[in-house]
T-cell receptor, first 112, second 113 residues
Framework: GENVGLHLPTLSVQEGDNSIINCAYSNSASDYFIWYKQESGKGPQFIIDIRSNMDKRQGQRVTVLLNKTVKHLSLQIAATQPGDSAVYFCAESSGGYNKLIFGAGTRLAVHP | AAGVIQSPRHLIKEKRETATLKCYPIPRHDTVYWYQQGPGQDPQFLISFYEKMQSDKGSIPDRFSAQQFSDYHSELNMSSLELGDSALYFC????????????FGNGTRLTVT
């Protein structure tokens, strides 16, 4: 696939464990953040987003935490399943045009 | 639900040839974005259009151009192709406004030989 993993950090977890994927963003002016999941041969798939006036947001099995002080974003996946195996990207934007700047991806490998 | 449609899915071209990639956004979305993703890399923003006008420009080479048509579909035109242009090209669409996530298509894989 397009993500051959040569340059991607990998997080390996056991099925049923919780996963935490971290991201350091670059622009202190960014006010909107998104986590995307990308499976081989597919485009990035929206998981969850958060605005800069929040520090936590929860979805179904996922939680995003935002620490603006240190420009850090994390994605927590509860009860990780084999179907969660993919590359995960954080992305940031500022202003109203929604152009996203992606961070480096992390490959999540879930073992049964 | 309807998603972003890209065509073709795969394209093989030789050096110095031209290529045209097409993108059909989600209905009622008014903004289209183009991204390039190399192997093992994060997607890099190329260009975006809002209501048929260019709204932002990223690392798009001068050899590339794009436009958005009256039906909101977009085309990315690539000329004088180089080996380094081989990549996945994604189109995304959204509604203009803060807090509107981008929805991506499944991309066009361009191989330049």
């Amino acid at each position: 696939g397009e993500n051959v993993g040569l340059h991607l950090p990998t997080l390996s977890v056991q099925e049923g464990d919780n996963s935490i994927i971290n991201c350091a963003y670059s622009n202190s002016a960014s006010d909107y953040f998104i986590w995307y999941k990308q499976e081989s041969g597919k485009g990035p798939q929206f998981i969850i987003d958060i605005r800069s006036n929040m520090d936590k947001r929860q979805g179904q099995r996922v939680t995003v935490l935002l620490n603006k002080t240190v420009k850090h974003l994390s994605l927590q996946i509860a009860a990780t399943q084999p179907g969660d195996s993919a590359v995960y990207f954080c992305a940031e934007s500022s202003g109203g045009y929604n152009k996203l700047i992606f961070g480096a991806g992390t490959r999540l490998a879930v073992h049964p | 639900a309807a998603g972003v449609i890209q065509s073709p899915r795969h394209l093989i071209k030789e050096k110095r040839e031209t290529a045209t990639l097409k993108c059909y956004p989600i209905p009622r979305h008014d903004t289209v974005y183009w991204y390039q993703q190399g192997p093992g890399q994060d997607p890099q923003f190329l260009i975006s259009f809002y209501e048929k006008m260019q709204s932002d420009k990223g690392s798009i080479p001068d050899r590339f151009s794009a436009q958005q048509f009256s039906d909101y579909h977009s085309e990315l035109n690539m000329s004088s192709l180089e080996l380094g242009d081989s990549a996945l090209y994604f189109c995304a669409s959204s509604l203009m406004g803060e807090g509107s996530p981008l929805h991506f298509g499944n991309g066009t894989r361009l191989t330049v030989t």
